[in-house]
């Protein structure tokens, strides 16, 4: 459901980095929005350099931009608590000065996204939906949470 996507100069973040940061985004978006962490999609672009520019200058320096797509018909105070939160996490993880970390959500319409062959729930619905779903489909999802890396935890089920 959310698709996180990092970009950042060429060779900013480390393997490591970038899975710490994808660690606390999964977090920070399954406990701000109750979504099973196996929805969560976190993608890193690195960018050539000299073709990363902010103000119209060439980026000196390092710099990452988040932009986050999520279902819409949160609150605006899990929204802005997800933001918060989003700031703090990739802040830490990176290593980055907050003045260095951007985020932007998008909210999209449930019934504009498709994920593992099944159009999406609204925020809510997830527990029945994941119920109705055909076993296989189930199994699938519920089995991308056990491959987690340690230090996110697996949802069992969706809340």
């Known amino acids: ?12 973040l480390d393997t490591e ?12 978006h399954s406990e701000v929005t109750g979504a099973a962490t196996f929805f969560a ?20 320096g390092g710099q990452i931009f988040v932009n986050g797509q999520i279902r819409a018909g949160r609150s605006q105070l899990d929204l802005r608590r997800l933001l918060k939160d989003l700031l703090a ?5 990176s290593g980055l ?25 609204e925020p ?17 999802m519920l089995s991308v949470g056990k491959r987690l890396e340690a230090g996110v935890s697996s949802a069992a089920e969706v809340s």
């Open 1 to 12: 459901m959310p698709t996180y996507r990092c970009t950042a100069s060429h060779g900013l």
């Open 17 to 28: 980095r970038k899975a710490a940061i994808a660690r606390e985004i999964t977090r920070i």
């Open 41 to 60: 999609q976190v993608i890193f672009d690195e960018v050539p350099s000299g073709n990363y520019f902010v103000g119209g200058a060439r980026l000196q």
């Open 89 to 93: 996490g990739v802040t830490a993880a």
């Open 97 to 121: 000065s907050s003045q260095f970390v951007w985020i932007y959500v998008t909210e999209l319409p449930a019934r504009h996204m498709a994920e593992y062959g099944q159009i999406l729930p």
């Open 124 to 140: 809510g619905d997830e527990q029945g939906w994941l119920t109705n779903l055909p076993i296989e489909d189930r199994t699938v």
